[in-house]
């Protein structure tokens, strides 16, 4: 329900990493995302990639498993829309049997890539992964979560830019509440009407008005 980089709790983003290939052989290529707490990488199967050339650009461990999808796309546009599941071989955790705990770096490994695309158009990685925001304390409204990538091969260690996410909530105020009578007696009913707004910055699901009855004596 939220705009541009706005994100509540429960709400997922989509990343979207890009890496340009140098011409010859990149070897042992490793990219991994530097989730902050609280997001989780969600291994839901929704992780895409493609391998953007105009044919000279391949991997050794990502290839086409699958007849009808590619991960190897004739472009020089890294704006293009991956859609070619990477393999869960190629997914692994920070910290391997924490099935993805919040704030846990997915490191995606695209083995030996070999460009042979020799000409003036640069190639490139892309990645496409999800994660969600999650329900913990330190999520709350203002404030941001920031991401960036890391890059990793033979002679090479470079960081991304960083992406910002702000964090918003729904604040339930009551405003006002009033009965139709001012005096009852034993028997009589008293109708409540409860006025309460929603002055935050997204949608509040699941609203519970609880109420508690006075007593007297």
Same mark, same amino acid.
């Given at each position: 329900? @939220? ?23 990149? $070897? ?21 990639? *493609? ?6 650009? !391949?991997?050794? +461990?990502?290839? $086409?498993?699958?007849p009808g999808a590619s991960p190897n796309l004739a472009s020089s546009n890294p704006s293009v829309t991956p859609d070619f599941d990477l393999p869960p071989g190629a997914i692994a955790e920070e ?6 705990? &919040?704030?846990?770096?997915? /490191? ?7 460009? @042979?695309?020799? $000409? ?5 990685? !892309? /990645?496409? #992964? ?6 913990? *304390? ?12 890391? !890059?990793?091969? =033979? ?9 910002? /996410? ?10 006002? /509440? ?5 005096? *009852?007696? &034993?028997?009589? +009913? !008293?109708? #409540? ?9 997204? =949608? &509040? ?9 006075? +007593?007297? +004596?």
């Amino acid at each position: 329900d @939220t705009a541009g980089n706005n994100l509540t709790i429960g709400e997922i983003a989509r990343y979207r990493l890009v890496v340009q290939i140098p011409e010859g052989n990149t $070897d042992n290529l490793q990219i991994a995302d530097l989730l902050p707490s609280g997001l989780r990488y969600l291994d839901d199967s929704s992780t895409k990639i *493609a391998l953007i050339s105009e044919g000279g650009l !391949v991997s050794s +461990t990502i290839t $086409d498993g699958d007849p009808g999808a590619s991960p190897n796309l004739a472009s020089s546009n890294p704006s293009v829309t991956p859609d070619f599941d990477l393999p869960p071989g190629a997914i692994a955790e920070e910290n391997p049997d924490n099935n993805f705990a &919040a704030g846990e770096n997915p /490191i995606f490994s695209l083995g030996n890539l070999t460009n @042979t695309d020799n $000409d003036l158009n640069s190639e490139f990685v !892309v /990645i496409e #992964f999800n994660a969600i925001v999650e329900n913990v *304390a330190s999520n709350q409204d203002p404030g941001t979560l920031d991401n960036q990538f890391n !890059v990793t091969a =033979t002679n090479t260690d470079l960081n991304s830019n960083v992406v910002s /996410i702000n964090l918003v909530e729904p604040a339930i105020n009551t405003v006002d /509440i009033q009965t139709d009578i001012q005096r *009852a007696d &034993a028997g009589d +009913t !008293v109708n #409540f009407t409860v006025t309460y707004t929603n002055t935050g910055n997204s =949608t &509040a699901y699941e609203v519970w008005l609880l109420a508690n009855p006075a +007593t007297s +004596t």
